[in-house]
């Protein structure tokens, strides 16, 4: 089993910047992927950056240059750095871990993040 526990959102203006970050907790050692997920109200959950054990990256187009992700091996965490917010960035987001030869997925509970324009 694998507890993730996200921090860092809140309220920011336009233009500004908030990191987020999840800890890991539990059976770490079988984590793969980690990814941050974001929902925005009467949208589908959506991927917004996703990083492998062997250090691949992946990003969604609308964050390509501003957000940037990150995973701290030793410290079981996953941040996510996000710069030059938008309004369209508001949403609840989701730190995910992805074990592949169980093919179990956790999430965490979520943390808002509201991007005032």
């Known amino acids: 089993q694998v507890q993730l526990v996200e921090s860092g959102g809140g309220l920011v203006q336009a233009g500004g910047s908030l990191r987020l970050s999840c800890a890991a907790s539990?059976?770490?050692?079988?984590?793969?992927?980690m990814g941050w997920y974001r929902q925005a109200p009467g949208k589908q959950r959506e991927l917004v950056a996703t990083?492998?054990?062997?250090?691949?990256?992946n990003y969604a187009d609308s964050v390509k240059g501003r957000f940037t992700i990150s995973r701290d091996s030793v410290k079981n965490t996953l941040y996510l750095q996000m710069n030059s917010l938008k309004a369209e960035d508001t949403a609840v987001y989701y730190c995910?871990?992805?074990?592949?030869?169980?093919?179990?997925?956790?999430w965490g509970q979520g943390t808002q993040v509201t991007v005032s324009s």
């Open positions: 995910n871990a992805r074990v592949r030869s169980t093919y179990v997925t956790y």
């Open positions: 539990g059976s770490t050692f079988s984590i793969d992927d």
């Open positions: 990083v492998s054990r062997g250090g691949n990256i």
